[in-house]
Structure formats: C-alpha cells, structure tokens
C-alpha cells in the first residue's frame, strides 16, 4: 500500500538528487553520504535537514508533510519579503 511515508521518502530522494545533480535516485542512495555533501556545500543545511527528515524511517509518530512544510517556512517568508522589494 502506497501512504504518505512513502512520498516523503521519495520526496527525499528527489531533492537529493536533483540538488547534487545525480539523475538516478537509486545511485543517490547508493552514494548517500557523498550526496549529502554535494548538497551540503552548495545548499542550505535547512534543505539538506529535510532531506535527511524526508529518508529517515518514521519515528511513533510517523512522519508529516507537516513537519517538512514547518522546515521550509523561512524560505517562503524569504521568498515573499524579496518579492514584495522587487514591486
């Protein structure tokens, strides 16, 4: 049965992969540490912190879209602040 865990860890592997510009997911997780450091020296640890949420297996509570939308916060309040001195 396909749930939301499922997207999130697929979620992960397609931020990772695109971020360290690896086109397969499977060879991103085969290498994942040396993906990790790709996206880590060119990106913000904020995103390669949801990376890391996204693949990790799911604690008692499981994991949300929640949490990832709460991570990523910062950025769209960047995104609306910078938009809004560009008008």
Known sequence: MHSQQDDLIQY????????SLTKDTQTV?????HAL???????TAELKQIVIYALS?????GKAIDEI?????????????ECERCV
């Open 29 to 33: 997780v085969a290498n994942l540490q």
């Open 69 to 81: 939308l709460g991570m990523m916060n910062f950025k769209v309040v960047d995104i609306l602040e």
């Open 57 to 61: 297996k799911p604690g008692l509570r």
């Open 12 to 19: 992960g592997k397609l931020i990772l992969s695109l971020g």
């Open 37 to 43: 450091d790709i996206l880590d020296s060119s990106y």
